[in-house]
Each structure stands twice: as structure tokens, then as C-alpha cells.
């Protein structure tokens, strides 16, 4: 029996983690939950779920949560913050961790998790895109097992060879791999005029056509960020060089990922586009357990199509690459930008071809040194989305049309 902890288990890759362990009740065990401030979702999957522990990053959440559980008579402890967060990443009860917090605040968990020796599945992208040397180093140190659980990092996992130890150097160079394919839907703008993309409201840019995800993701595929910081994410997980990754557009989301063998053999994974799969495949690895996920109908999908990336469609990729070649704090730096560029987005305060305009200004203007610490990447997070508001500020100064006209669309 498994004993798994969820850190972020009422998002969607949390809630799809839980379908799926409910699925094998005689092969895991839910041992603690953690969530921001969610405490009503969190309630209801204590109730279904028993874990011995449920952690919440808000102190009210926390409270309502705790005198809920202690009314219904369930055993849960509840406790609140980043410290408790971490002890229960590293729990001696805990044989795998799922990391599935979005941002920041998910970093000194999954890598206490990682010192821990956990079985690490890893779906929070800025573990590796803010301290991948940390990271790695990190997951030396305890011995720990990292597992890919984005669809297209579990896609190039999937197609190397078993044994394949990710975040350990020299792995690629040994595997006989020679590129890693990152495929990419294209968003909700693939083939929207470039010239109309200044004018598109948060509600588009959050209208996935193949995928259910949150706001801040979905406007990150519509830039294709999510793609750049997974580039960077293939750089750690697999110790590709960027020459290495490429990016190509595949509409139907069927073919997840591929490598590409000296040889001249490309191994592809492809499935439907269900979060459930690449999670069923990290929690079992290497066997195969049931996800819950229909079979996949290649005749009924007709044809799948691939296109190269559009730079100037999709600028944020080359920030991304820039991020890689700088080292250092700058992929922090071009994160903590992002986030702030999207959250201006979705708030109607930035349109959206200026998303890239503000990270490549915060790039410009960051100081890039050596990864040394956690304490400096924090440092550098905050100075970058220090600057990435001015940015934000300055460029809500002066009106623009596609503001006022997604103001208008608002509900």
C-alpha cells in the first residue's frame, strides 16, 4: 500500500489525482491534503478520502476547516502554513508526494519532499523552472524519484528508455536520444490574425478548445508560455541542451510528445487529452493501473496535422529560450514576470500582445547571477515582479482600445 500526500488537492490535477487513487483503494492510501484556501472543497475530500493530515496555506480556511471536521467526528488534523506544508511533503508516513501547487509557493515543499527521498510527481513546473539546480540537487541528496506529470514531459518520459533517471546529469547523452518534440495545441488564437490579438479578452484566452485548465494556464497557453516554461522544464528533467527541444503546433493534442534516437526512430506517446493518464502512469511507474480514461479512437480523429511554432505569433518562446541561455536567476526572473503580465491580463489592466512586452522588459532590466540559494530566487522573484508592475503601470497610463472594448465584454 502507497501512501500518497497531494499538495494542491483541490485543483485540477489535485482532484484528478484523487479520481484516479479512488480508483485502486487496495493500492493507495491518501495520508494528507493541501490546499490555499479552499477549505469547503478540502472538507468534502477529507470526507471521502480519511487522509491523517490536511494543510492550508490561509489561517481562517484553516479554523473553518478544523471546527468543521471536529463536528462530523472525522479523524483529519488540520494544520496551516508554509512550515506545515513542508513537514507534511516530507512525512515519514508519505511514500509519494503529488506536487501540484501552482507558483512559488510550492517550491520549498517539493523540494523537501525531494530531500525526503519521496517518489516525486511533479506537476508544479516552477520546482524546475525557478531552482532546477537546486531542484536536481535536492533530489541527489535524498535519493528521491522524479516524475514527470505534464502531459508532454510525461509523453518524452514515456519514450525513453525504461530505466531513464530524470534530473540526473548525463542521462540523455547515455539514452541514444537525439532531440526532444514538444508538441503544443496552439491555444485558442492559432489561426486568429495577428493583428486582432491586441483585442482579445480573458474569456477567449481562457476558452481552451482540447483542454480544461485554470485561468492563469490557460492565458499561459494562449502565449504559449506554458510551452516555454516547459522547454525549460525538458532542459532539467531530461538534461536536454536547448538545441536540443523543439516545439511543434499539433491541433488535436493526441500525440503528447515525442524523442527523436540517433538512429533516425522517433517514439511517440498519444492518448486522449486527460490529465488522468499521465497521473495513473507516474503513480503506478513502471506498471500500468486503469485511469479511467476511454480508449483512443484513431479512425474517428481522421488526420492528425503538425505546424512549426510562429515566432512572431508566439513570442514568449524565444523569451523562454533567452531565459535557458542567460542561466542563473533568469528563468525566476522571466516567471515572476509572466505571472504578473497574466494576472494584469485577466484583470483587464494589460491587453494581450503586451504580456510579452513586459517580460522581455523585466529580462532586459534583471540582474542575472549564478543559482546559489532558495532565499535568492525568492529575491529575485520579487524584484522582477517589482518591475514587471511598473511595466504593467506605465502601460496602463495612456488608454488602449483593447481595454476599454474588454472592459465593455466583461459579465
Same mark, same amino acid.
Given at each position: 500500500?502507497?501512501? $500518497? ?7 485540477? =490535477?489535485?482532484?484528478?489525482? !484523487?479520481?484516479?487513487?479512488? *480508483?485502486?483503494?487496495?493500492?493507495? @492510501? ?6 490555499? /484556501? ?10 471521502? &478520502?480519511?487522509?491523517? &493530515? ?8 484553516? @479554523? ?37 501547487? $501552482? ?7 517539493? =523540494? ?11 506537476? %508544479? ?13 535536492? +533530489? ?58 491586441? *483585442? ?7 476558452? &481552451?478548445? %482540447? #483542454? ?16 516555454? +516554461?516547459? $522547454? =525549460?522544464?525538458?532542459? #532539467? ?8 527541444? @523543439? ?8 500525440? &503528447? ?21 499521465? =497521473?495513473?502512469?507516474?503513480?503506478? #511507474?513502471?506498471? /500500468? ?14 488526420? !492528425?496535422?503538425?505546424? *512549426?511554432?510562429?515566432?512572431? *505569433? ?23 514576470? %509572466? ?34 540559494? +532558495? ?7 520579487? @524584484? ?5 508592475? /511598473? ?16 472592459? !465593455?465584454?466583461?459579465?
Amino acid at each position: 500500500m502507497k501512501r $500518497v500526500a497531494i499538495l494542491g488537492s483541490t485543483g485540477s =490535477i489535485g482532484a484528478s489525482t !484523487l479520481d484516479v487513487v479512488a *480508483r485502486h483503494p487496495q493500492r493507495y @492510501e491518501v495520508t494528507a491534503l493541501a490546499a490555499g /484556501r479552499n477549505d469547503e472543497r478540502l472538507l468534502a475530500q477529507c470526507r471521502a &478520502h480519511r487522509p491523517a &493530515h490536511a494543510v492550508l496555506a490561509d489561517a481562517a480556511a484553516a @479554523e473553518r476547516l478544523d471546527a468543521a471536521l471536529r463536528r462530523e467526528g472525522l479523524p483529519t488534523r488540520v494544520r496551516q502554513g508554509p512550515a506545515a506544508l513542508e513537514e507534511a511533503a516530507g512525512a515519514h508516513d508519505v511514500d509519494i508526494v503529488m506536487a501540484a501547487i $501552482v507558483g512559488a509557493a510550492g517550491l520549498p515543499a517539493t =523540494i523537501a519532499a525531494a530531500r525526503a527521498g519521496k517518489a516525486v510527481l511533479l506537476a %508544479n513546473k516552477e520546482a524546475l523552472v525557478m531552482s532546477g539546480a537546486l531542484f536536481t540537487a535536492a +533530489l541527489a541528496e535524498g535519493g528521491a524519484t522524479l516524475l514527470p506529470i505534464d502531459s508532454e514531459h510525461s509523453a518524452v518520459f514515456q519514450s525513453l528508455p525504461r530505466g531513464f533517471v530524470c534530473g540526473r546529469p548525463g542521462e540523455f547523452e547515455r539514452s541514444g536520444a537525439r532531440r526532444v518534440v514538444l508538441t503544443a495545441s496552439g491555444g485558442p488564437f492559432r489561426t486568429t490574425p495577428v493583428e486582432r490579438l491586441a *483585442r482579445v479578452t480573458p474569456e477567449q484566452a481562457c476558452a &481552451h478548445p %482540447n #483542454w480544461v485548465m485554470g485561468r492563469k494556464i490557460s492565458v499561459d497557453s494562449a502565449t504559449m508560455m506554458n510551452k516555454g +516554461l516547459e $522547454v =525549460i522544464e525538458a532542459h #532539467w528533467l531530461f538534461g536536454a541542451p536547448l538545441e536540443a527541444i @523543439e516545439v511543434v503546433v499539433h491541433p488535436q493534442s493526441v500525440i &503528447h510528445s515525442m524523442v527523436e534516437y540517433r538512429d533516425g526512430s522517433v517514439i511517440a506517446q498519444l492518448g486522449a487529452p486527460d490529465m488522468r493518464t499521465p =497521473i495513473a502512469c507516474a503513480l503506478a #511507474w513502471p506498471e /500500468r493501473i486503469a485511469s479511467g480514461v476511454g480508449p483512443l479512437d484513431l479512425a474517428g480523429l481522421g488526420k !492528425l496535422e503538425f505546424e *512549426r511554432a510562429d515566432p512572431v *505569433r508566439f513570442p514568449c518562446l524565444g523569451l523562454a529560450a533567452e531565459a535557458i541561455r542567460l542561466g542563473g536567476t533568469a528563468p525566476a526572473a522571466l516567471n515572476a514576470a %509572466n505571472e504578473v503580465a497574466v494576472e494584469a491580463f485577466l484583470d483587464r489592466r494589460l491587453p494581450f500582445t503586451a504580456i510579452p512586452e513586459v517580460i522581455e522588459k523585466v529580462l532586459a532590466e534583471t540582474r542575472v547571477e549564478p543559482l546559489a540559494s +532558495l532565499e535568492q530566487v525568492y529575491a529575485v522573484d520579487i @524584484e522582477a515582479r517589482g518591475l514587471a508592475a /511598473r511595466f504593467v503601470a506605465r502601460h496602463g497610463a495612456s488608454p488602449h482600445p483593447a481595454l476599454a472594448q474588454s472592459r !465593455l465584454q466583461a459579465p
